[in-house]
């Protein structure tokens, strides 16, 4: 069993930035991969940035390239994702997840949003 834990989340005028962190608990011994994936209004979720656990491997999606920074501190039980040049096209629920044996874990999510 996995847990995850959001924070940093906010209002923010639009250019502005935030970094949202996630920690991870429990069981991590057989994580492969840890991501960030966020829900607007109306939307389906989308995926973010994500990275592997020996971080590897990172991956953006196209809408946050640039933009976006993710990274673990050392010892691989907290995940970072630094936000820049924010717009209101980026305010959602964003969620940290985790990849475990074949198993997807989510934290409760923590809300951003861009003010114009």
């Known amino acids: 069993q996995v847990t995850l834990v959001e924070s940093g989340g906010g209002l923010v005028q639009a250019g502005g930035s935030l970094r949202l962190s996630c920690a991870i608990s429990?069981?991590?011994?057989?994580?492969?991969?840890m991501a960030w994936f966020r829900q607007s209004a109306g939307k389906e979720r989308e995926f973010v940035s994500g990275i592997s656990y020996n971080g590897g491997k990172i991956t953006y999606s196209d809408s946050v390239k640039g933009r976006v920074i993710i990274y673990r501190d050392g010892t691989k039980k907290t995940v970072y994702l630094q936000m820049s040049s924010l717009s209101p096209e980026d305010t959602a629920v964003y969620y940290c997840?985790?990849?475990?044996?074949?198993?997807?874990?989510w934290g409760q999510g923590t809300q951003v949003t861009v003010s114009s």
């Open positions: 997840n985790a990849q475990v044996l074949r198993v997807n874990y």
């Open positions: 429990g069981r991590t011994d057989y994580v492969a991969a």
